[in-house]
T-cell receptor, first 112, second 117 residues
Framework: AQSVTQPDIHITVSEGASLELRCNYSYGATPYLFWYVQSPGQGLQLLLK??????LVQGIKGFEAEFKRSQSSFNLRKPSVHWSDAAEYFCAVGSNDYKLSFGAGTTVTVRA | GAVVSQHPSRVICKSGTSVKIECRSLDFQATTMFWYRQFPKQSLMLMATSNEGSKATYEQGVEKDKFLINHASLTLSTLTVTSAHPEDSSFYICSASQLAGVNTEAFFGQGTRLTVV
């Protein structure tokens, strides 16, 4: 069975500072990995995804993530956060049957 | 990216009534749609997977007679919460996938906030 762990429930970061959100997954085969962002009361927006190839993935809004098979991790990073980046972030792993398993999410608060 | 529209975005209903939520893929044909439920401050939990023209596959613990799913066309899936009770109040989100290959991606609707009073 596939699963995702997001160790950090809540992160507070200053505007302009760097951000890193952790994600660890458990999956028996090559994983399909995703990061989504959710604003309050809204659906999910895909930030980036990893299926294969280059382990450093570039996404929208200046985000990137690095797939590390040896650590079963897919951490999300942004060099300089903006106030608009305050939201809930979900890491997800997908399987061949196209179902997604989500982590519990990390709430990001950006302080001025 | 592709657009998935969910309607309504918010609904309040009386206990004991039924509520229907629609999920439409606007610019692509979705052979598979997924329904998720999200409790406050929690992650999304997959409820069921629906394939066009066939019966939905429900996850363990999800009552199929309570959460009726219909996927009658390649652009529309509906979730009906029957005989709703306050504990059914939640945020329901659908996603749709073309299943064009292993590199498929699921696109999410904006969600429906259901409140049962």
């Amino acid at each position: 069975a596939q699963s995702v762990t997001q160790p950090d429930i809540h992160i507070t970061v200053s505007e302009g500072a760097s951000l890193e959100l952790r994600c660890n997954y458990s999956y028996g085969a090559t994983p399909y990995l995703f990061w989504y962002v959710q604003s309050p009361g809204q659906g999910l927006q895909l930030l980036l995804k990893y299926f294969s190839g280059d382990t450093l993935v570039q996404g929208i809004k200046g985000f990137e993530a690095e797939f590390k098979r040896s650590q079963s991790s897919f951490n999300l990073r942004k060099p300089s956060v903006h106030w608009s980046d305050a939201a809930e972030y979900f890491c997800a792993v997908g399987s061949n049957d196209y179902k997604l398993s989500f982590g519990a999410g990390t709430t990001v608060t950006v302080r001025a | 990216g592709a657009v998935v529209s969910q309607h309504p975005s918010r609904v309040i209903c009386k206990s004991g009534t039924s509520v229907k939520i629609e999920c439409r893929s606007l610019d692509f044909q979705a052979t598979t749609m997924f329904w998720y439920r999200q409790f406050p401050k929690q992650s999304l939990m997959l409820m069921a997977t629906s394939n066009e023209g066939s019966k939905a596959t429900y996850e363990q613990g999800v009552e199929k007679d309570k959460f009726l799913i219909n996927h009658a066309s390649l652009t529309l899936s509906t979730l009906t919460v029957t005989s709703a009770h306050p504990e059914d109040s939640s945020f329901y989100i659908c996603s749709a996938s073309q299943l064009a290959g292993v590199n498929t991606e699921a696109f999410f609707g904006q969600g429906t906030r259901l409140t049962v009073v």
